[in-house]
C-alpha cells in the first residue's frame, strides 16, 4: 500500500523510548499530572526541567487553524473529508498530509487534531462532510494516507472521535448501543487500519458511550484492543470537555485531558495517587505516551525527531485545486453536456456567488482567497459568455458579517478606557485563553466593542443581528436598536459556537453608502469557567428579494444561455457540527430554482455544493449533475477546469446518495439516551442491498470525459488481475474497484464488500493493466462466539467494475 510506513520499531525508535525513559525519572509526581492537562485550550505545559516545550494541537481536518479563531491567522483550506474520499486516492491523501504538516510547522502546531474517521452510518450526521466514507475500507485507506503523509512532515495526528461518534445529537451523553461483530467490522475497523498501516502518533477518544461506558474510560476498547491487541502507541487525547473524572480516564488509557486549565487530570490526579485512588504507575504510562509524541515530534531534548529529513515543500493553492477537480463526482451527463461546448453560459445560485467551501464547526479555517465558481468561469470562459443570476438565496438567516464591512475590536475597562485594540477581520470574534489584543487581560477587560464601517451592495432593508450570550448593545447609522441580554435557548456549553444569530435590527440602506456599525458586549465570564473565551458575532443578512422575482430572473438568463449552470448548496445551518440534519432536501427554493430552468434550458448542469448527500427530485430532468462536496479554497478554479474539460471530474462516491425516504440506516436521535446501532452491520451499500432498494447514485460510482471496457480478470490467490481499454477519444482516469462476494452466504454476511481499488490512468485506445492485493481481513468476520476474527473458507466472486452496482467482469477464487 502506497500509505505504509516502515517497520514497527527502529534503532531509532528504541533510542528515542530511552530519552523517554530519563525524561519520566526525573519528574516527580506533580510535575506528571500537570503535564497530562492542557494548559489552555491548545497546549500542555512545558517542562523546562527535562527539556521539554509545550505541545500545541490544532484543529483538522482540512486545514490547519492554529491557535487563534480568526481570519487574521489564515490557512490552506483543502476539500472537505467527503471530497478526499471520493478521489479514492491514498496518494493523494499522503500528498494533503504533507501539505498540512507543512501548514502546521508555519503555525508552530505539533499534532493536527485529524483526521475524522468515523462513518457514514446515517445520512443525517451532522458532521457527515467531516468523515470520509459508509466504508470502513475506503475510509481506513484514505485515513492512513492522510496519516502517513502528515507524520512524514514531523507533525502528530489524532484519529478521531474513537469510536462510534457518528452522529451528533446529544453527542455528549449518548450511549450508542453497538454489537461486538458490527464494532470489530465496521466502526473500529479504519481505526484499525491505520494504526497498522500507518502508526499513528495520537488518537482522540469520542464525546460519546459506546454500550454503557464513557470512551473516555473505556478500558477495554482502549487498552485492550487499541493498545493491547493492535498495538498502538501513541497518545490518547480526550474530546474537548469529554473527560469526566479523574480515576476513570486515567485508568481507561486516556493519557491527557482537554482543553485546560481546569481538568480532571492536574493537581486533582496527583491527589488520586496521593489518596491512593490511582496508581502512580498509571500516570507514568500516560506521561510515557505524552513524552514518546514530543520526542517524535521533535520537542524533547535530546531526542531525536521521527523525522529528522523534510519532505519537499508543497505548493498548497495547486494542490487544493488538484484535490478539488480529483473529487468532484459527475453523477449523470446526458447527451456530453459536459464539458461544456462553446457559446453562452448563464451561471445560477448564491453559492455561484459567494462559495460555501468548507463545513462548519471545529473543522473551520480561514483560507487567504477563496476562488467562487463566479470567479472561477470568469478567467476561464471568453469575455462576454458569462451571466450570472442569483436565482434562489437558500440562507434563511443571518451570517457572520463579511462582505462590506470594515471592523475592528476595541477593549475597554470598567471606567472606559480604552486597553487595547484587536483586529477584526470579520463579524465573528472568538479570543480563547491568553489570547487577547496586546495589553489586554482578562482581569481587566470589562467590554468589547466590534466597530467600523459597512457599505452595502445592495439598496434595501439590511438586517443585523447577534449571535452570543450576555449583555450587548447594536448601533447601526446612529440609531440604537438593541440594549439587552441575549439569553442561550439550549444548554449545550457549544452553543454560542453552533447556535444561530438572533435578528436584532433592521435599517434601510442604500448601495455604496457607507454606515457606521458598532456592537458592544459586555464581558462577563464566571470565574470557575475551565477557560476563558471571549466569543460573539455581528450577523447580517441582505435586503430579502421576492423568490418568485429571482426565479423568473433565472429562467430568463437561462432562456438566453446555450447552457445554464446552476450551483446549489447546503447552507451552515444545514452542515456543521453540534447538530444532525433533520432532513436531505436543499434549503430555500432551489429545487424549484432547478425545475424551472431545466423547463427553460434542456442543457441545464447542476453542480450539488454540499459536504454529504441531498436530496435531487429534479435529476432525470436536467442534462448533467456534477458533486463538488465543499471543495476548498480553490473550488471555483477547479470547477472551472472541469466545466471546460481542462480536466476531466476525477470522483467515486465515497457513500451512497439516495432519498432519506428510502434510505435503510437513518436514525440519530437517542431514545431515552440510547441510540441503538440494531442493524449491526448492515450499513451503507450493504443495507440498501440487504433491502433490495436502488438508491439515486450507487457507492463507487462517478463519470469521467472517457470510456472504459474492462477486458478481463484473473485471479491468483488473493491477488486480482484486471485488465482494461480507455474506449474514449481522449486520456482519462478510472477507479478500478474490486468486491467481493462470497457465494455461498450466510445471510447475516453482507451479499458484497470493498476489498480493493486502484486508480489507473491511460491514454484514448491503450489498454492498462492493474493487480489489487486483497487483504486478509476481506475474507474474515467477526465471530461472537469465539470473540474473535474468524477466515472464513470457500468459494468468493470477485467482482470488478465501476460501482457496486456496475460489476463488469468476475472471476471465481477458492480460499
Ligand atoms: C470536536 C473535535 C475537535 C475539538 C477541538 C470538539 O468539539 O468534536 O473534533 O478536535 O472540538 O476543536
Not at 472606559?416 to 472568538?430: C, D, E, K, R
Not at 435557548?489 to 455604496?512: M, N, S, Y
Not at 438568463?557 to 451552515?572: F, L, S
Not at 470493498?754 to 492485493?773: H, S
Amino acid at each position: 500500500m502506497a500509505e505504509t510506513l516502515g517497520p514497527r520499531s527502529t534503532p531509532a525508535d528504541e533510542a528515542r523510548e530511552a530519552v523517554v525513559a530519563a525524561a519520566l525519572g526525573k519528574l516527580d509526581l506533580d510535575a506528571k499530572s500537570r503535564l497530562l492537562s492542557g494548559q489552555d485550550m491548545w497546549s500542555l505545559p512545558a517542562l523546562p526541567e527535562i527539556g521539554l516545550d509545550s505541545l500545541v494541537m490544532s484543529d483538522g481536518p482540512i486545514g490547519v487553524r492554529g491557535v487563534r479563531w480568526t481570519a487574521d491567522d489564515p490557512s490552506v483550506a483543502l476539500p472537505s473529508p467527503t471530497a478526499l474520499a471520493a478521489t479514492w486516492d491514498p496518494a493523494l491523501a499522503r500528498r494533503a498530509g504533507v501539505l498540512l504538516a507543512q501548514e502546521a510547522r508555519r503555525k508552530g502546531v505539533h499534532v493536527l487534531l485529524a483526521p475524522t474517521v468515523n462513518l457514514h452510518r446515517s445520512p443525517l450526521g451532522g458532521r457527515h462532510f467531516e468523515a470520509y466514507s459508509e466504508d470502513p475500507y475506503l475510509t481506513g485507506r484514505i485515513g492512513s494516507g492522510y496519516v502517513s503523509g502528515v507524520q512524514e512532515g514531523g507533525v502528530g495526528t489524532t484519529v478521531k472521535h474513537f469510536v462510534a461518534n457518528d452522529a451528533e445529537t446529544d453527542r455528549f451523553t449518548v450511549n450508542n448501543l453497538v454489537g461486538e461483530r458490527a464494532l470489530r467490522e465496521l466502526y473500529l475497523a479504519p481505526f484499525e487500519l491505520i494504526v497498522e498501516h500507518a502508526r499513528p502518533w495520537g488518537v482522540m477518544t469520542a464525546y460519546n458511550t459506546v454500550n454503557g461506558t464513557t470512551m473516555t474510560e473505556h478500558r477495554r476498547l482502549v487498552n485492550e484492543v487499541l493498545r493491547g491487541e493492535w498495538g498502538f502507541d501513541g497518545f490518547n487525547v480526550s474530546d474537548w470537555m469529554a473527560a469526566r473524572s479523574t480515576a476513570g480516564a486515567v485508568e481507561g488509557g486516556l493519557d491527557v485531558a482537554m482543553p485546560g486549565p481546569r481538568t480532571v487530570y492536574g493537581e486533582a490526579l496527583a491527589r488520586a495517587v496521593r489518596d491512593g485512588e490511582v496508581e502512580e504507575a498509571t500516570v507514568d504510562e500516560a506521561v510515557r505516551n505524552v513524552l514518546r509524541l514530543a520526542a517524535r515530534v521533535g520537542i524533547l531534548e535530546g531526542a531525536e525527531p521521527a523525522v529528522t529529513e523534510l519532505p519537499d515543500s508543497v505548493d498548497g493553492v495547486a494542490l487544493a485545486r488538484e484535490i478539488a477537480r480529483r473529487a468532484f463526482v459527475l453523477v449523470r451527463n446526458e447527451r456530453d453536456a459536459l464539458p461544456l461546448k462553446p457559446g453562452k453560459v448563464a451561471l445560477i445560485g448564491a453559492a455561484a456567488r459567494d462559495a460555501r467551501v468548507l463545513g462548519g464547526g471545529s473543522a473551520t479555517v480561514f483560507p487567504a482567497r477563496t476562488v467562487s465558481p463566479l470567479d472561477g468561469l470568469t478567467a476561464a470562459l471568453p469575455e462576454g459568455t458569462l451571466s450570472y443570476a442569483l436565482g434562489a438565496d437558500p440562507t434563511t438567516e443571518l451570517a457572520v458579517a463579511d462582505k462590506g464591512f470594515v471592523l475592528r475590536a476595541v477593549c475597554r475597562d470598567a471606567e472606559g478606557n480604552v486597553i487595547g485594540t484587536g483586529s477584526a477581520p470579520n463579524g465573528h470574534l472568538q479570543w480563547m485563553g491568553s489570547d487577547l489584543p496586546a495589553g489586554v487581560t482578562h482581569e481587566a477587560l470589562h467590554t468589547v466593542e466590534l466597530t467600523g464601517t459597512f457599505t452595502p451592495r445592495t439598496t434595501g432593508p439590511h438586517t443585523f443581528g447577534i449571535k452570543g450570550i450576555g449583555a450587548f448593545t447594536l448601533t447601526v447609522d446612529g440609531t440604537t436598536y438593541f440594549d439587552d441580554v441575549q439569553r442561550p435557548a439550549k444548554d449545550d456549553p457549544f452553543v454560542t459556537f453552533f447556535g444561530a444569530p438572533e435578528p436584532r435590527a433592521r435599517a434601510a440602506l442604500t448601495a455604496g453608502q457607507p454606515v457606521d456599525v458598532s456592537l458592544t458586549h459586555v464581558v462577563d465570564l464566571p470565574d470557575d469557567l475551565s477557560i476563558k473565551v471571549v466569543t460573539f458575532s455581528l450577523a447580517h443578512q441582505e435586503p430579502q428579494r421576492d423568490p418568485d422575482e429571482l426565479i423568473a430572473e433565472a429562467v430568463a438568463a437561462a432562456r438566453d444561455a446555450d447552457t445554464a449552470v446552476v450551483v446549489v448548496a447546503t447552507t451552515d445551518r444545514v452542515e456543521s457540527e453540534g447538530f444532525d440534519r433533520t432532513d436531505l432536501t436543499l434549503p430555500g427554493r432551489q429545487d424549484d430554482l432547478v425545475r424551472a430552468v431545466a423547463a427553460a434550458n434542456p442543457n441545464t448542469v447542476v453542480v450539488v455544493n454540499s459536504g454529504s448527500p441531498v436530496e435531487l427530485p429534479w435529476r432525470a430532468d436536467v442534462a448533467a449533475v456534477l458533486l463538488s462536496w465543499f471543495p476548498g479554497q480553490e473550488g471555483g478554479a477547479a470547477l472551472a477546469d472541469v466545466l471546460t474539460g481542462a480536466h476531466e471530474p476525477g470522483g467515486r462516491l465515497p457513500t451512497t446518495w439516495g432519498s432519506l425516504a428510502a434510505a435503510p440506516v437513518t436514525r440519530v436521535v437517542p431514545e431515552n439516551g440510547e441510540l441503538r446501532y440494531d442493524e449491526g452491520v448492515f450499513i451503507g451499500y450493504s443495507a440498501w442491498e440487504k433491502e433490495g432498494r436502488a438508491p439515486s447514485y450507487p457507492f463507487g460510482h462517478g463519470l469521467g470525459y472517457t470510456d472504459w471496457t474492462y477486458e478481463a480478470v484473473e485471479t491468483r490467490g488473493t491477488s486480482v488481475r484486471v485488465r482494461l481499454r480507455n474506449d474514449g477519444a481522449r486520456a482519462g482516469r478510472e477507479v478500478v474497484q474490486v468486491y467481493l462476494a462470497p457465494v455461498d452466504r450466510d445471510p447475516g454476511r453482507p451479499a458484497r464488500r470493498l476489498a480493493g481499488f486502484a486508480t489507473v490512468e491511460a491514454g484514448p485506445g491503450e489498454r492498462v493493466e492493474v493487480t489489487v492485493e486483497l487483504p486478509r481481513r476481506a475474507f474474515e468476520i467477526w465471530d461472537e462466539a469465539s470473540n474473535a476474527w474468524s477466515f472464513v473458507k470457500g468459494s468468493y466472486e470477485i467482482q470488478v467494475g465501476r460501482s457496486i452496482a456496475d460489476r463488469r467482469v468476475t472471476a471465481t477464487t477458492n480460499v
